[in-house]
């Protein structure tokens, strides 16, 4: 009670789990202790007002973008989305964050985990929350007002730890970036001394063969020196031939 909406102002209200509502001002500070608490096991209802001039068509979202509902609405601006009719989980909550969307554009995203603070009093984009419940603490006390821009300490470590991933798989490629060229330049070194392996053998092989020709020009000159023995010996023969010939002439004589 005491809250403005538009030309309208409550005067007294219900809640299904808390009761009669304390009255608020405008903007809304917290009740009383024991009648609100602190979100706790997610959000399962919130009640918003729109704050534009147009009645346009609110479609509901959730974190993966599947669509959970839409409502058109009227001229108070003031609807209420409820986790039990829209089916975001199982527990009938909201899961952890929707999103609002206006002819195709989205215009406000609200976390509904419970990891940050949120109640009555809060903006996200043209709309307020007015009220609101957790499915572990209940009704949302009221809050100041303003959106928290700090990020959640869940997605702090998960992001510190795709950080530290990150990192990690960076080195570990630079690492093998350097084994390949450090692999790569003893591979290089290890086929320059092939090479000059490959000219010693090479100039081994000339050698080798400069020596089979050079024992195969002895041989010939071997063969061609045991030629001229032999010729010289048969010339030997002859001239032992003949002066046996001569001799054997010279004997003929005597006796004749």
Known sequence: PGMVFGPFTIVEGYSRNGGLLC??????????????????????????????????????????????GSVQLDATGLFTIDGADLNADRNGTLGTEIALVIDGVEVARIHTSCSQPIGPGMVFGPFTIVEGYSRNGGLLCPTDGTQSTSEPKDCQKERERDKKEKEKRQREKQGKKGEREEYGKAKKSRGGEACDDDDDDHGKGQKKGRSKLGKKGEREEYGKGKNSRGGEACDDDDDDHGKGQKKGHSKHGDDD
């Open 23 to 68: 009255p608020v001002d405008n903007p809304p500070t917290p009740p009383p202790s024991g009648d609100c608490a602190p979100c706790d096991g997610k959000v399962t209802q919130l009640t918003l007002q729109y704050d534009g001039a147009d009645q346009p068509l609110v479609e509901v979202y959730d974190k993966k973008g599947n669509l959970l």
